[in-house]
């Protein structure tokens, strides 16, 4: 998967410079067509598609983050919870209750990261449900979710998700790393990147054999 991943979005974009630049345009646009971009990758085109229609392009991107966003309201409701008593203290310098601001804010971060893991999950199928229906409500059709991820085996799907993460991870701590040009240089890669991840997750979502 990885291999095959890393030569669709090297075969999409090594050589074509003007696909390259055109989706660091779409990025620079609020990323919406570079998420409806995303999801043309998601419905299983090869090789990678052309960057054109921007219309669909900008109305597929505003979908996904419609859904994004909805898959996102308990991280923003625990987000809230934790961090607003802990920015509260700090602004007021409030440290009568510094202990138990500090220990709602450990524990607020727990349950986000656990949260945020088990929504990954279930949105990263969502995401593709909503590529290849074009429907937001299939996005949280959650027992055809189940089951696709069933077929394809839980374990198989939670580590295949965590390479990934891993892999974009080092990238982006590499790039981070390098004084000046890190931020930079990652804006530069992110259309590589986007191909690659969605490249990853399609040959994922397809290894359960449905449509």
Not at 1 to 16: D, H, N, P, T
Not at 173 to 178: A, E, L, R
Not at 191 to 208: E, G, K, M, N, V
Request: a neutral charge.
């Amino acid at each position: 998967m990885i291999e095959e991943s890393f030569e669709y979005a090297k075969g999409g974009l090594v050589g074509k410079w003007m696909k390259w630049i055109l989706l660091l345009i779409a990025t620079l646009l609020l990323t919406l067509p570079l998420l409806g971009y995303s999801l043309r990758i998601l419905r299983g085109v090869t090789p990678s598609p052309e960057v054109d229609n921007w219309g669909t392009l900008f109305f597929d991107g505003i979908k996904y983050f419609i859904v994004g966003l909805i898959y996102a309201i308990p991280l923003i409701i625990i987000a809230f919870f934790t961090f607003t008593p802990a920015i509260k203290a700090a602004i007021t310098g409030d440290t009568s209750h510094a202990l138990a601001v500090i220990g709602t804010f450990f524990f607020g971060l727990i349950v986000f990261v656990i949260v945020a893991f088990i929504i990954g999950i279930f949105s990263t199928a969502g995401i593709i449900r909503l590529a290849r229906t074009g429907s937001i409500g299939e996005s949280f059709n959650f027992g055809a979710i189940i089951g696709t991820i069933g077929r394809i085996g839980w374990v198989d799907y939670i580590i295949a998700l965590i390479i990934m993460g891993v892999l974009i991870g080092i990238i982006q701590f590499i790039c981070m790393s390098i004084p000046y040009l890190g931020m930079f240089i990652l804006f530069i890669l992110i259309p590589f990147i986007t191909l690659f991840q969605a490249r990853y997750i399609c040959i994922l979502y397809d290894s359960a054999g449905t449509a």
